[in-house]
């Protein structure tokens, strides 16, 4: 059974810092390319990805709007897949979400991927 537990979400205050973990089972875990992603409150179905590591753990993506800010890390040996997020804004609010596939694309929905989890609510308000 195919399995992705994200933890660590919670609420801080902006400017703070928060880890997610994501532990994974079921798969074979270093074939995949991993991904965070996250969606914000309100209608619609589609995520917003905000880091991704490639099969090996070496190669990683970010867009603009998180770059210098989060770092992804994977560990193959663990099956784990770790967010650290720091100077967090409101706007990073959102449930985050890792998931996996095995190419690297610009994926728009969470069923686009192959497996994902159930979701971890970050809150970032003073």
């Known amino acids: 059974q195919v399995q992705l537990v994200e933890s660590g979400g919670g609420f801080v205050q902006p400017g703070g810092s928060l880890r997610l973990s994501c532990a994974a089972s079921?798969?074979?875990?270093?074939?995949?390319?991993l991904f965070w992603v996250r969606k914000a409150a309100g209608p619609g179905t589609g995520v917003e990805w905000v880091?991704?590591?490639?099969?090996?753990?070496?190669?990683?993506w970010y867009p603009d709007s998180v770059k210098g800010r989060f770092t992804i890390s994977k560990d193959n040996a663990k099956n784990t897949v770790d967010l650290q997020m720091n100077s967090l804004k409101p706007e990073d609010t959102a449930i985050y979400y890792c998931?996996?596939?095995?190419?690297?694309?610009?994926?728009?929905?969470?069923?686009?991927?192959?497996?994902w989890g159930q979701g971890t609510q970050v809150t970032v308000s003073s």
């Open positions: 880091a991704a590591t490639n099969s090996g753990g070496g190669t990683t």
């Open positions: 998931a996996a596939a095995l190419v690297f694309r610009n994926y728009e929905h969470l069923t686009d991927f192959k497996f």
């Open positions: 079921g798969f074979t875990f270093s074939n995949y390319w």
